[in-house]
């Protein structure tokens, strides 16, 4: 039982970072029904945008206590930038095909940012750990912990309340819920339907590149990083019901307690513990533990 | 059957040039031995592309067929490449038959989501098996062919050739499938599961059957890849593997038990050009070549080649 304590903190700090990891995708993916395999690329962009003009703003002396708003800075222009550009360049060309089909043509963007990321930042990696050390340590519990990632779970938290009340207290949140209800009908009624597929896509956009701004500070930004964080994120929103928000809370927490549970108890299955949850998963409930609103289809 | 078809016709033409390359070639050997050996996975997956179904974890049994080979060579000490490529084969077949009963039930998203899942899983094994070399593999022991050492000059152009051949029988023998009844039933279950029901045929029957030979020719390509890179490690179940031979049969088009293998041996020529040249756009080149794919020739390459007008 000594042991239990540990474990469960270091589940839900994995869970928070997974949670904001993999919110993008299942939103994106509930109101366009398109799963984003370029979701991770677009993680390792803002994890290299906030390198960048994270070291530029240190190396030009500015207080360091505002580098984790340009750390958030530095996401939001790449989701404002990339998301945008996705979405009216390309997806939109290819709405009313197959899931199947749009998962291949972001398999073809996953692939052409990968590259894209080496053209702009080159192969070599990029280190930003200040914002990391910075806040130095707690003692909890007998154990110590940076508290950079306990900021990671407030983080999470205020990202997911912010989501929910976003979608069921705002207007163009509740309207959203109707578009993800009936597209046609929305469209029907005068509602600005690729307007609010424009701004989802970006709004995944963005959330994908917070979550690798706010991975940077913790680990050696290079080339090739958003690769496991694509199939991480897909475990993620599978787990919890593809298109669901508390499905993708409660699937993070799955995945970061099962995984911090291996890492303590059994290091050996630490690596594919969490694919046999998500296999487990599909196989008990294919749809996921929160199965969409599949009856409204008929 | 249909007194135009010359699929046979082709693909003996294509093995004797093929044939006729590598010995005139040697340099050619390697990589073309290796996009045969890839060109079988991508067969499979063609097969089951043609039902509609989109797996992104090939690797599975892609890793599988070449730690069989491998394994079979490294602890048991057998060399035979024949020995090796049907144990490779064999392996694959089992796991997919058990595997099937699971996956036949799942389409769209969900079976591509958990194909990767299933392949990551082994992954995560090997990465975390000491005996099996971790995340570095192992070395395959040198092939042999009825006692014949297929390594040395004449020796690697043995095993070229009996790449030629493997792929050579794949492909005449999905074909000949794909004009049964069963095979038939492909495009049937990919345009109206239903109405298949209806006839009186089992969809789920027919789907773990596709999906047990796609698989079995995934081991059967591993096998080959291990003989002949030397070397296998985990990374052939990494979900990247997988998704270059999604990349490859999307590219190629199902229209022809050919265009797998036509679009293997471009692939690797595109990519060790690219890569000695440009080894930081490559992909980019790759992602927009698929882009315009999908948007300009959904049916693949292949489709270019094919007359106009035949319906597939």
Redesign the interface.
Same mark, same amino acid.
């Given at each position: 039982m000594r042991e239990l304590l540990p474990v469960v903190i270091d589940g839900a700090i994995y869970a928070s970072w997974l949670f904001v990891v993999a919110i993008g995708l299942t939103l994106i993916y509930g109101v366009m029904k398109i799963l984003n395999m370029a979701h991770g690329s677009l993680y390792a962009l803002g994890a290299y945008a906030a390198a960048s003009l994270g070291g530029a703003w240190f190396a030009g002396g500015h207080s360091p206590y505002a580098s984790y708003a340009i750390l958030v800075l530095a996401a939001l222009i790449v989701g404002l930038i990339a998301g945008p550009l996705l979405e009216r360049g390309l997806l939109r060309f290819m709405y009313g095909k197959d899931e199947i089909v749009l998962l291949l043509v972001t398999y073809a963007v996953f692939l052409i940012l990968e590259d894209v990321i080496k053209l702009i930042w080159g192969v070599d990696p990029y280190f930003i750990a200040q914002p990391y050390g910075m806040l130095g340590n707690l003692d909890f519990a007998g154990l110590t912990y940076p508290v950079y990632s306990f900021v990671l779970i407030a983080v999470a938290i205020f990202i997911g309340i912010g989501i929910a009340w976003v979608l069921q207290r705002t207007r163009p949140g509740k309207l959203l819920l109707v578009v993800i209800h009936d597209r046609e009908v929305s469209l029907a009624m005068g509602i600005n339907v690729s307007l609010f597929y424009l701004t989802t896509f970006t709004a995944g956009a963005m959330l994908a590149a917070i979550g690798g701004a706010l991975t940077a500070p913790t680990v050696s930004v290079v080339p090739g990083m958003g690769v496991e964080v694509i199939v991480l994120a897909f475990a993620v929103v599978v787990i919890g019901g593809l298109g669901s928000l508390p499905g993708a809370a409660l699937g993070a927490l799955i995945v970061g307690l099962v995984r911090s549970a291996a890492v303590h108890y059994l290091p050996q299955v630490e690596l594919f513990s969490i694919y046999l949850v998500m296999a487990l998963v599909l196989i008990l409930r294919p749809k996921g533990l929160f199965a969409g609103f599949e009856a409204r289809k008929i | 059957m249909n007194p135009r078809d010359r699929t046979l016709v082709t693909l003996v033409a294509a093995l004797v040039v093929l044939l006729a390359v590598g010995a005139l070639l040697p340099p050619w050997q390697f990589l073309a031995t290796v996009a045969l050996a890839k060109g079988c996975a991508v067969l499979g997956l063609m097969l089951l592309l043609r039902t509609g179904l /989109?797996s992104f974890g090939q690797g599975l049994y892609f890793c599988l067929g070449a730690y069989s080979a491998g394994g079979l060579g490294q602890f048991l000490g057998v060399t035979d490449a024949l020995v090796l490529l049907a144990a490779g084969c064999l392996v694959a077949a089992v796991v997919a038959v058990v595997l099937g009963f &699971?996956l036949a $039930?799942?389409r $769209? =998203? #969900?079976f591509?989501? %958990?194909s %990767?899942? %299933?392949s990551?899983? *082994?992954? +995560? &094994?090997l /990465?975390?098996s000491q005996a099996l070399g971790s995340t570095d593999g192992f070395n395959v022991a040198p092939p042999t062919l009825a006692g014949w050492a297929l390594s040395g000059h004449d020796g690697r152009f043995f095993l070229y050739a009996l790449a030629c051949v493997v792929a050579f029988a794949g492909a005449l023998t999905l074909d000949r499938y794909f004009k049964t009844p069963l095979g038939r039933l492909a495009a049937a279950i990919r345009d109206n599961e239903l109405r298949v029901e209806y006839m009186g045929a089992s969809v789920r029957q027919a789907i773990h059957v596709k999906y047990v030979i796609a698989c079995a020719l995934a081991g059967l390509g591993g096998a080959l890849t291990g003989l002949t890179v030397g070397h296998i490690d985990p990374e052939m179940a990494y979900? !990247?593997t997988s +998704?270059e031979f /999604? #990349?490859v049969a =999307?590219l190629a088009g199902t229209g022809s038990v050919a265009a797998p293998f036509l679009g293997s041996v471009l692939f690797e020529i595109v990519r060790s050009v690219a890569y000695q040249h440009s080894p $930081? !756009?490559?992909? &980019?080149a *790759? +992602? !927009?070549a698929? *882009?315009l794919v =999908?948007?300009f020739l959904p049916r693949g390459l292949w489709s270019i080649f094919a007359t106009r007008g035949k319906v597939a």
């Open positions: - | /989109v &699971l $039930n799942y $769209n =998203i #969900f591509a989501m %958990l %990767l899942a %299933l990551m899983i *082994l992954y +995560g &094994l /990465v975390k979900w !990247t +998704g /999604v #990349f =999307i $930081n !756009t490559w992909q &980019l *790759l +992602g !927009t698929m *882009l =999908i948007m």
